[in-house]
Every structure is written in C-alpha cells, then in structure tokens.
C-alpha cells in the first residue's frame, strides 16, 4: 500500500512537471502569435507574408496545437489527482480549469480549422482570418487569469471549496463567486464563438490591459471564500 501511495504521489509530480513545460510551449506561441507574428504580417511585402504562411505557420501551428492538446491531458490527471485529496478542490481551480478547456478547445476547433484557410489561401480565408483572431485574442486574454489560478491552486488554499456553503462572508458566497466568475467566462467565449472582434481586442496592449484586470477581479472573487 505504501510502495502504491508513493508511485501515485511521484507520478502526480511527474504529471504537474509535464503540464507545466507543455503549458509553457503553449502559451509562448499563443503569445509569439499575438504580440509579434501579427505585428509582422500587417507589416510585411506581400512575398515575405506569403513565404510566413506557407512556410513558418504551419510548422509553429503543429507545436501550437499539440502542446495545447497534451497541456489539458495532462491537466485532466491533475484534476483527478486534487478531486482526491480533501478540501484541495477550489473555485479558483473550477475557474482556471474552464478558461484553460475553452482555450484548448477554441485552438482545435476555432482557431486550427480558420488557420488552414488561411494558409491554403481559400475564398473566404479573409473571414476565416477574422475567427481566429478573435479566438486567438480571446485566449490570450484569458491565459492571465488562467495562469494565476495555475500558481495559486498549488501555493494557496484557504479551503475554498465552492461546494461550502456559509462561510463569514455570507452564506454560499463560494458558490456564488464560482457562479459569476463562470458566466464572465461563458459571456466572454460567447463572443469569440458568434460576436466579432471587440475595437480595443485589436490592440495587443488593450489585451494585455484587459488581462491583467481580468486577473485582479478573479483574484478578489476567489480569496473572499
């Protein structure tokens, strides 16, 4: 039994190791992407922009969607593992592992399917383009909050699990916090999947902005459990 709990406990290790250094792949290309290569291509003769999309994305689209793939299913062991252990489940958790599958799920079914169109240059690859921005600045904007909820699941808990209810600041408030941080979440992606691009998404500093006040108010919503 014991050889067992510490072949279960070193795996998790392993597991967290192995989701911190696909997140990493992920998130820099997410991020590569948004503040450089569309900088670039705006910018660039129609040759160069031409040799990028047959030439370079593809192959930075490959690394971009398969580190994203193995980033949440190495994710899926590690909510298992922490849905194991009492009171380590959170609403910061529940929050940073629904932004984190939206964002999974914007790359292979947004954002990949556009890109293809784009790169193969089809009639509507101008709309398709439109998509996956919007996806693209989407996740982005989403990656800052997500990330906080990654370095604060594992350095922080205050026991606040969002299944409690009563705590000193009123009754349920767990509950509530998990409820309205997820319909910001859903309001948020809703857009990205029917809506269009937001005017200040289109500024990569906006983003940033947006990201970073995102994660404040997430971060007040969570610690007042």
Same mark, same amino acid.
């Given at each position: 039994?014991?050889?067992?709990? *510490?072949? /279960? ?8 190791? &192995?989701?911190? =250094?696909?997140? $990493? ?10 503040? $450089? ?8 003769? @129609?040759? *160069? ?5 047959? &030439?370079?994305? @593809?192959?930075?689209?490959? /690394? ?8 949440? =299913? ?7 593992? !922490?849905?194991?252990? @009492? ?30 169109? !784009? ?6 690859? *101008? %709309?398709?383009? *439109? ?7 989407? #996740?982005?904007?989403?990656?800052? @909050? ?5 370095? /604060?699941?594992?350095?922080? #808990? ?8 009563? %705590? ?17 979440? =859903? ?16 500024? !990569?500093?906006?983003? $940033?902005?947006?990201?970073? =006040? ?10 007042? #459990?």
């Amino acid at each position: 039994m014991g050889e067992y709990i *510490a072949y /279960y406990e070193y795996w998790s290790q392993v597991s967290r190791f &192995l989701h911190v =250094l696909f997140g $990493i792949a992920w998130i820099g290309l997410l991020y590569y992407f948004n503040f $450089i290569g569309g900088g670039y291509l705006k910018q660039a003769s @129609p040759e *160069a922009k031409k040799d990028m999309l047959q &030439l370079h994305q @593809p192959n930075a689209l490959w /690394y971009f969607r398969w580190a994203a793939m193995f980033t949440f =299913l190495t994710g899926l062991y590690l909510l298992y593992y !922490v849905s194991e252990i @009492p009171g380590a489940y959170n609403v910061g958790i529940s929050l940073g592992a629904t932004m984190a599958t939206i964002m999974f799920l914007n790359v292979w079914l947004i954002i990949w399917p556009n890109q293809k169109k !784009v790169i193969a240059g089809t009639e509507d690859a *101008a %709309d398709a383009g *439109a998509k996956a921005l919007l996806a693209s600045r989407t #996740n982005t904007l989403f990656s800052f @909050p997500m990330l906080y909820f990654m370095i /604060y699941s594992a350095h922080i #808990n205050n026991g606040n699990d969002p299944l409690l209810l009563g %705590d000193s600041y009123g009754p349920g408030w767990g509950t509530l916090s998990l409820w309205l941080g997820a319909a910001i979440i =859903l309001a948020i992606e809703l857009n990205a999947v029917f809506g269009k691009l937001w005017r200040w998404l289109e500024s !990569v500093k906006a983003v $940033i902005h947006s990201g970073l =006040l995102l994660t404040i108010f997430f971060a007040w919503l969570v610690w007042y #459990n």
